[in-house]
């Protein structure tokens, strides 16, 4: 047996019998008082499900999908903001053995057509400020769900819009046959960018969620004394398996805001004495404006790097991480007792087979660079797949499994890691990752330009933003910048949008008349205020 197969039986062996209605009821049956969420709106009292509560209403929605006809292995559209009402409709799913395809809220109908007719959805569960853009997306739907709120504020659904109240699934009396335990059957969708024109769809097994959630535990130390609070998009991996299944399988507890707020992190952190939390450099650089608070429980914070300022000013140890959604959990990691150099994002995590190549394929040593392949086992420690793309999948795997990131990572001179930037035509946009192809086709529809190349201008806040230089048609409009945002608007989810269009008469050139969007981006200032 080669080495690969006795790795390949071992991330097996871990998962099997286990899969996500295994590990909720686990806990349930456990620790039934225990608090599992915390739902803290920013409008409202706060209020808590113990690990019953919370089963008794996953079971409860899960009943409602059955009896409406949703069976194993079909597609359910989550298009929610962080809510309690996302939380039990995912959760609710992996007991039916549905999929649960959850996706931006950002998105805007040009978006929500493709996921929705990509993933061949029969059914969705939204919040009433999405519910005429999803009933437009999914016109072909056997049903649609609306809560009776827009993540904690009162709403009223449109009366054009034929769907069932929230609150109907909860009281539903019926019950859900016991699915049997099965490790490999799917369980989620997320769209990701890449560098074509659409998001790939990168689907998870159960195995994938029991995989992830026993290494973002090991990785952070986690207890069922944890407590983390989590505000970036549960739609997305970092908080649905770094925070929310990190947490369950652990038995601990997640405190959940509809978003990301300045002025209620400290208020909120400190009322339920959360002890970690997930964020991104923005939301860092946003509290670090304010005053210090008087006291907190923290023991440690996770923004994707070391940040000696959050350890200088709040006393709160930091260190990074990388990976994707591909990759369930991180592939690269810190120690909180050993976090590594400031901005590192630590070093290569033990569950998987890591490369960092040269330019001529070698492992890259101190002081050098190098793109990052990743090896794991397909359905368990990788995603299983790009849903429904034959081309994608070929092209995403060499002939001996690795997968290639697309990301360079530097090797500091003691062996720190430290991200580099992408290989692929990518740009990140707050914690968002950005196609500049993806952009770039809108702008080519409006049939006004020859030729785009959106590239990215460094932002003191978000990291990046994209922008476009355009050579026009001759009769293009006046306002073409104008139009082009505007087009942007209109086709694009709000973060896609270019912040700035710049006419040129031509472009620079590489050898092989490529346009050289390393020169184009020189001529970028930064954005400082």
């Not at 404006?289 to 923290?298: A, G, L």
Request: with cysteine; glycine share 8%.
């Amino acid at each position: 047996m080669t080495m690969k197969q006795t790795i390949e039986q071992s991330h097996m062996a871990m998962v099997e019998g286990r899969d996500i209605p295994w590990l909720l009821n686990l806990w349930v049956e456990q620790t039934p008082d225990n608090p599992f969420l915390i739902w803290a709106p920013f409008e409202g009292e706060d209020r808590t499900w113990s690990y019953a509560e919370f089963g008794r209403d996953v079971n409860a929605v899960a009943a409602a999908l059955h009896n409406r006809g949703v069976v194993a292995g079909e597609r359910v559209l989550l298009h929610l903001d962080n809510s309690p009402e996302f939380m039990i409709s995912w959760f609710a799913c992996a007991q039916v053995g549905a999929v649960a395809v959850s996706t931006n809220t950002r998105s805007v109908a040009r978006d929500m057509t493709y996921f929705a007719d990509h993933a061949g959805v029969v059914a969705a569960i939204t919040q009433p400020g999405f519910a005429e853009l999803v009933k437009e997306s999914a016109p072909d739907i056997r049903f649609l769900v609306i809560t009776d709120n827009n993540a904690g504020d009162k709403a009223k659904t449109p009366d054009s819009v034929p769907h069932i109240p929230f609150a109907e699934l909860l009281g539903d009396k019926g019950a859900c046959p016991v699915r049997a335990t099965d490790p490999h059957a799917n369980l989620g969708i997320q769209f990701t960018s890449g560098t074509t024109s659409r998001p790939k769809a990168v689907l998870w097994t159960h195995a994938n969620t029991i995989w992830g959630a026993q290494m973002n535990a090991s990785h952070m130390r986690l207890s069922g004394a944890d407590i983390t609070l989590a505000f970036l998009p549960l739609f997305h991996t970092n908080a649905q398996s770094y925070s929310m299944l990190g947490s369950l399988w652990v038995g601990g507890t997640i405190v959940v805001q509809p978003r990301f707020s300045a002025s209620r992190f400290w208020p909120t952190a400190r009322k339920h004495k959360c002890t970690w939390t997930s964020l991104i450099p923005f939301c860092v650089k946003a509290l670090l404006s304010q005053d210090p608070p008087p006291d907190h429980s923290f023991r440690f914070w996770n923004p994707a790097i070391r940040m000696p300022d959050v350890e200088t000013t709040y006393g709160i140890p930091t260190f990074g991480w990388w990976g994707m959604t591909e990759t369930i959990t991180h592939g690269i990691v810190g120690d909180i007792d050993h976090p590594g150099g400031p901005l590192s994002i630590g070093r290569v995590s033990p569950g998987y087979d890591i490369e960092i190549r040269d330019s001529d394929g070698n492992y890259i040593k101190p002081g050098e660079r190098g793109l990052l392949y990743v090896r794991g086992v397909r359905g368990v420690s990788l995603f299983k797949e790009y849903f429904r793309n034959d081309e994608a999948n070929k092209n995403a795997f060499d002939e001996d499994g690795w997968f290639e990131t697309g990301d360079f990572i530097i090797m500091g001179e003691n062996g720190d890691l430290y991200f580099g930037d992408r290989e692929k035509d990518m740009l990140k946009v707050g914690a968002e990752n950005v196609a500049a192809s993806e952009i770039e086709l809108v702008i080519l529809e409006t049939g006004w330009v020859k030729e785009c190349a959106v590239v990215a201008q460094k932002h003191f806040m978000l990291d990046e933003v994209p922008v476009v230089f355009v050579i026009p048609h001759a009769d293009a409009p006046e306002d073409l910048g104008e139009k082009i945002i505007e087009a942007c608007r209109k086709n694009l989810a709000d973060f896609k949008v270019v912040r700035d269009v710049f006419i040129v008469d031509d472009m620079p050139r590489s050898t092989l008349e490529k346009i050289a969007k390393n020169e184009l981006r020189k001529r970028l200032p930064p954005i400082e205020a």
